[in-house]
């Protein structure tokens, strides 16, 4: 047993009050932010001889010092706050209260707020319960941490649906920003107006839904291992869903993913190369055809089952050959070609077939999410009331799609370029 100092109530506790506590939970209410730990100083006497109030001093700092250190990734990184108008410490605790239903006062006395306010959202129609929201934004930003491809995206946060006017541009051959035109005409001679072609990109709040059981046993035994469940569960997988819409989405209900805009350059293979092959030819001819401005933004986003290609290619020398990367087997495998980081993805297609390896600039494209609300949460207790589960639904509003309607031919050349380059199937 321990003896923490509370932050905040805590069940029947108040704050300020001292807790003695078991030392498996010691830690977690620490983290949380519910409790800090407390260690009695006793007060020197007034007979104490300067020697023993010395070795009191020194005790005293030895201790808080090691409290300190114990502590110091809590001090450098303070536990999330939570809103003061929920009374459960964390949603597994939560969720364990919700199963007593009316019976446990916390639940009871927080739905009746909830109702006399109109708040109430949860799935009323079958007696279940809404998830206080402070909940849900532990959830969200654990999206925001686990995602690799959306965050690297433009994202407009939006209450409806969006339109965005963007200028239509196909060529540099008669203007550099696709429709103003700069004339250099004599003197008194008449200029020659221009004006841009614009066009609109339209993105919907599409729906991104989870639906999850747990056990009663689950919920019984430990509301801490329910959080991490949940949290680790859902949000890792509506972060690789997102990554996912972004890269291989076909645009109907879901985000419009690269490989399918319009503005994809697909790069051939070289002649006479083999199937299942990525050669120094390929990612040479893919990045010249990358959007000059786009380079400094790119990525290579590459299957892992590719990665023996990438790391054998070689350029040929006369006669001989040199290898492209230089490594040995003690080292990290290279992480960037022609500069740009690689991003070893499960989203890109299987080796030799297009979409296994790709460059792409994510600054040219957009994401929207719902304005000022994360995830949508609720939980019923009846929907598997006789299998002993609890049902938790989790909904999320997303879409996205590139901001560009086609490739565009440069001014002086003849093979476009785009933000989003593949290299074609090699057969």
Sequence with gaps: MKTLKLLKDYDEFKTGELVDVNDDDVEQLIEDGVAEKYVAMKKKEETEDEDKVK??????????????????????????PRDDKSPWPTMGHFAKGIMTGLVDDKVRNYYAE??????SEGISAEGGFMIPPEFSTAILMAIAQSGVIAPKCRNFPVNNNLILPYVNKTTEATSWTGGVTIYKPAEGVAKTASKPDFAKCELKLNKMAAFVYATDELLNDSPIALETFLSTMVSTEMALTKDEDIINGSGAGEAQGIMNSPALISVGAETGQAATTIIFPNVLNMWSRLHGPSMRNAVWLISQDSMQQIMRMSVTVGTGGAPVVVMNATTALPERIFGAPIIWSPHCQTLGTTGDIIVADFSQYITITKAGQGMETATSIHLKFLEDETAFRFVVRFDGQGWWSSDVTPKHGSSTVSPFVALATRE
Excluded at 58 to 76: S, W
């Design 114 to 119: 909830q109702k006399a306010s109109g708040m």
């Design 55 to 80: 070795l009191s001093d020194k005790l005293a700092k030895q201790v808080m010092d090691e409290l300190k250190e114990e502590t110091k990734a809590k001090l450098e990184i303070p536990a999330q």
